[in-house]
């Protein structure tokens, strides 16, 4: 199911409950009256729409605009918001952000408080708001809108960028919003089949790519190097001016990969330099993520791993005219 997000005011009958939601890992909404009947899957939205109305007659009874208003913001809550979605709580010049980690809930005690529908959240970012000057334009245009609960699946890659620009404490330019645009469309091309990469292809980019970040040479060694023994490498770089070799296992994977690569280039490192003596480093560069085990392992022995993200914005940094 395709990630969904959505900002959502938590004041009901206005009043703000910011403190008690990030306390609690709740978001709240109002309309409590309507008790825990809309959670009720088999109402179509005319049922549901009328379930509200008959909950605040006569509120609603001249004013179908408002009772509208009010079934969007219910109908999107309780039946379109699914576990994992993203979260977006306003405030003045931020936002908190959170993850979505359950169903519906209803408090039958929060009633006069205007706060018994709840759902519950993981909140992201530590907690803490992260400033709209990190957003582009079009998420800063949706956070302004004063709706109660508004999609804004659409806004995604948005949010995303909102989120690493905030811990790079990087406003967005032009220029990397069009880095990070780019970044994401090659990340998903280098394993789509448009890219016609199989093993070989996807060396050789690789190799392509040392010499683009300034290797004197790169080169793809013999199979037969380290015959025998588990140690492997796919890509010897030399980078002459910096008086360092680098060696780099490739996996072309979708999804996870495993130890094994890193694991293949300790090895290899500990037979060409048993006594630490040379400046060689090791890479591990995948297409797809690696395990945590894999992560694990090559921090312990100082491997660098890059993954398929990582790969893309070394692509894009570099040129295409490098390749």
């Not at 379930?51 to 179908?64: A, M, V």
């Not at 529908?117 to 992260?130: A, G, Q, Y």
């Not at 094994?260 to 297409?287: M, R």
Request: aromatic share 8%; with cysteine.
């Amino acid at each position: 199911m395709k990630e969904q997000a959505f900002i959502i005011r938590c004041n009901p009958s206005g009043t703000n409950r910011l403190n008690e939601i990030l306390k609690e890992d709740q978001i709240v909404i109002g309309w409590s009256k309507t008790k825990d009947i809309l959670f009720d899957k088999t109402l179509n939205r005319e049922d549901f729409k009328q379930k509200i109305k008959e909950s605040y007659y006569p509120q609603y009874e001249e004013n179908p605009y408002s009772l509208g208003q009010a079934t969007g913001y219910m109908w999107r809550f309780i039946r379109e918001i699914n576990i994992g979605d993203t979260v977006i709580i306003p405030i003045s010049k931020a936002f908190y952000i959170g993850k979505v980690e359950s169903d519906n809930i209803y408090l039958e005690d929060k009633i006069n408080e205007d706060t018994s529908i709840r759902r519950k959240v993981k909140w992201l970012n530590d907690s803490k708001p992260i400033l709209r000057e990190y957003c582009g334009s079009g998420l800063i245009s949706r956070l302004k809108y004063q709706g109660t609960c508004v999609n804004a699946s659409d806004l995604i890659d948005d949010i995303e960028l909102a989120i690493i620009s905030s811990k790079k404490r990087s406003v967005p330019t032009f220029k990397n919003q069009l880095n990070e645009s780019l970044k994401h469309k090659v990340t998903e091309f280098l394993v789509s089949k448009e890219a016609y990469l199989d093993d070989r292809k996807f060396e050789e980019l690789v190799k392509q790519l040392m010499l683009g970040l300034g290797a004197s040479t790169s080169e793809i060694p013999a199979k037969t190097r380290y015959k025998g023994s588990i140690a492997d490498v796919d890509i010897l770089a030399n980078f002459v001016h910096l008086g360092i070799q680098i060696y780099v296992q490739v996996k072309k994977h979708k999804k996870n990969s495993d130890e094994l690569a890193v694991n293949q280039i300790i090895e290899a490192i500990k037979i060409d330099n048993p006594d630490n003596s040379k400046p060689i480093f090791g890479w591990v560069v995948t297409s797809g993520t690696f395990t945590e085990t894999a992560q694990d392992l090559a921090d312990k022995n100082g491997i660098r791993v890059i993954n398929g993200d990582d790969l893309a914005e070394m692509i894009v940094t570099v040129g295409l005219e490098k390749f």
